[in-house]
């Protein structure tokens, strides 16, 4: 995680869940994975924090999907909106950035799982790539 934190606070679209997380990143990494692509409908941008350091209000409207043997996601069960990925492995825990109510100090730093991208747009941005998590995308 980003050493620059903040508070932040944010919500589902029918704010049936609210949540706030004392240490959040202000770095924005965009996912281009197969599955957050099908979750969000297209890209995925989150910010990272940690679960005990988040407080999440209308905890019982939220639907956890577990997506993998590692992860699994957060949706609001009323309206739907996607706000959560968690580890399941360690306490690590990301907000999807267009959940946050007040962004405009965060910024978009790199994007991950590249290589899985969709074919129907480009990444052209200048920011770092990776093909996984950390590991640097060699372009051809």
Known sequence: MS??????????FC???RYSAAQASLSLIECHCSQCRKQAGHRYATTATTSRGLEIEGADGLTWFRASSDAERGFCAACGSHLFWRSLDDDKMAILAASIDD????????HIFVDDKGDYYAIDDGL???IGYDIPHQPS
């Open 128 to 130: 770092p790539q990776c």
């Open 15 to 17: 704010g049936k869940v």
């Open 3 to 12: 050493k620059r934190t903040k508070s932040i606070a944010g919500g589902c």
């Open 103 to 110: 962004t405009s100090d965060m910024r978009l730093e790199s």
